[in-house]
T-cell receptor, first 116, second 112 residues
Framework: AQTVTQSQPEMSVQEAETVTLSCTYDTSESDYYLFWYKQPPSRQMILVIRQEAYKQQNATENRFSVNFQKAAKSFSLKISDSQLGDAAMYFCAYRSRETSGSRLTFGEGTQLTVNP | AAGVIQSPRHLIKEKRETATLKCYPIPRHDTVYWYQQGPGQDPQFLISFYEKMQSDKGSIPDRFSAQQFSDYHSELNMSSLELGDSALYFC???????????FGPGTRLTVL
């Protein structure tokens, strides 16, 4: 079974600065997706960014980018020019492309605080 | 754009009672997933359906059952409720099983 680990329960950043959230995962598969989801106080799950394992290029979505290291099984999220609205719980998630069902397996989450 | 609809949004039940949660996927989405998020925890996968057939099963208690109907909406039935069932229950939908999952707003279940 796949596992996802987020070793930073809490992180904080000053507004307009950059912060990196860490995620590692364990799998024996070679074909999969990785995601970062944001959960603000409303508890809505919002997809931030996704990465296909077969792609070497790191995904980027505006101020959000990832550092995907497949051999190291590492998938970190970098938030540039942090804004107050970025404050939320961030979950790293794994989804297989090799087994049926395509369930999401989440990490424990990192609570991000943005200080004005 | 249409989103995933979950009802009710909030539900309060007593121990040993029964609850039914409903999920209406985005139009033309044929796959539905259910997740349970306990207080301070990450979401845990319960069960999924593709084209009205169960496609995957996770850590869903035997007291829970679910199905997907001909119009693709899904219902999660929970019986003999326990205090530990208090959680936020998310439904997500996708067009096919390998595409992005879009989450609903969740149903907050409180068991007293």
């Amino acid at each position: 079974a796949q596992t996802v680990t987020q070793s930073q329960p809490e992180m904080s950043v000053q507004e307009a600065e950059t912060v990196t959230l860490s995620c590692t995962y364990d799998t024996s598969e070679s074909d999969y997706y990785l995601f970062w989801y944001k959960q603000p106080p409303s508890r809505q799950m919002i997809l931030v960014i996704r990465q296909e394992a077969y792609k070497q290029q790191n995904a980027t979505e505006n101020r959000f980018s990832v550092n995907f290291q497949k051999a190291a099984k590492s998938f970190s999220l970098k938030i540039s020019d942090s804004q107050l609205g970025d404050a939320a719980m961030y979950f790293c998630a794994y989804r297989s492309r090799e087994t049926s069902g395509s369930r999401l397996t989440f990490g424990e989450g990192t609570q991000l605080t943005v200080n004005p | 754009a249409a989103g995933v609809i979950q009802s009710p949004r909030h539900l309060i039940k007593e121990k040993r009672e029964t609850a039914t949660l409903k999920c209406y996927p985005i139009p033309r989405h044929d796959t539905v997933y259910w997740y349970q998020q306990g207080p301070g925890q990450d979401p845990q996968f319960l069960i999924s359906f593709y084209e009205k057939m169960q496609s995957d099963k996770g850590s869903i208690p035997d007291r829970f059952s679910a199905q997907q109907f001909s119009d693709y909406h899904s219902e999660l039935n929970m019986s003999s409720l326990e205090l530990g069932d208090s959680a936020l229950y998310f439904c997500a939908s996708s067009p096919g099983t390998y595409n992005e999952q879009f989450f609903g707003p969740g149903t907050r279940l409180t068991v007293l």
